[in-house]
């Protein structure tokens, strides 16, 4: 499939190169592709300057967010929370009305302090609000309850065995999506409901980092035990 | 050890019969005992009458909110989390001060509709309200991210093969909770760090909300898989 990624922090690289390796035809879209390939400095987490990696996956192509998602049959959002919103207003309506739209992104919010907070929250989630401002859209809140790594090789730990969460308003969309998570190597996919329930599924993220903070690290997930 | 378990809805109740099952000496905190014990509707969720459940553990006291916790070495608030702060406060901070206080509380918010959301969320959380109003009590927060029969008795879901958070500033308080927890049967216990911690613990509710509707039982739990 043709699946653009927005974002180039570490989420979308991990994901655009899993899904290349997968054998998907991807494109990373950014707001300005010159100024992403002329970074130099690493990522927030220490990742390596986009460039580097991109040199390492020189079949991803990289292109402004309205390119990459004209192109794309899916779109997935892999740009921070506070930019989400804009970043797919970016990309143009047009070229995301009857896709599939994967939000994998947590709202953060650093206006409080460390460890962030969340906004929107509780009444309301990111997915929702994407899902309202792009009614064409079919929105799928997925991943977004785990570290990078652990998205794409889910066996990295306990050998996958954990849990993943799809919300979302489009069954076929869903379905669509548990297709991809398999191909990671998901193997219990729940699906909670509509896109309301990805409030549930964001509101985790809080617990989410303290675990790491109690753990020290973000190689763990988890797993709905029933 | 002398344990006040404050509440009379389905938590409550099953804290208490396993508190005693296990050797302590246990009262049952309530605002008006006479009436509790003249209660003949069933519980919210379908549990017998509180007269009924009494009759078959008579081991167990039930006193007023205030001479429960006076005569207890620890007091856990099991009330609902929209009324725990006035039933603390009708227990009185004298009779909490030093002691280690066991907040399962959510604060479920029914007013935005089902499923309810949480208040507060967030940048505070009910254990933090606690621990800010009785700054001599010993406020730990945990067992509130499963359904009562679960907390008591972990292994009936796969064994007990799943996990239980702890969140307060006092280790040792901390250490008392690990040690009744090991009681019930609980094997991962978690210590996520100081009582702001238990934001994390508390808005893993809205998620096992959609899971209950999901799997259509609340037979279940969060296991951290690493």
Known sequence: MKIAVLGTGTVGPTLAGALAGLGHDVVIGTRDPQATLARTEPGRMGAAPFAQWHAAHSQIGVAAFAEAAAGADIVVNATNGGGSLGALTAAGAANLAGKVVIDVANPLDFSHG???????VNTDSLAEQIQR??????????LNTMTASVMVDPAAVAGGDHSVFVSGNDAEAKKTVAGLLKGFGHRDIIDLGDITTARGAEMIMPLWLRLWGALGTGQFNFKIVR
């Open 114 to 120: 460390m460890p962030p907070s969340l906004s929107p």
């Open 133 to 142: 401002a792009f009614p064409e859209a079919r929105v799928v809140k997925t």
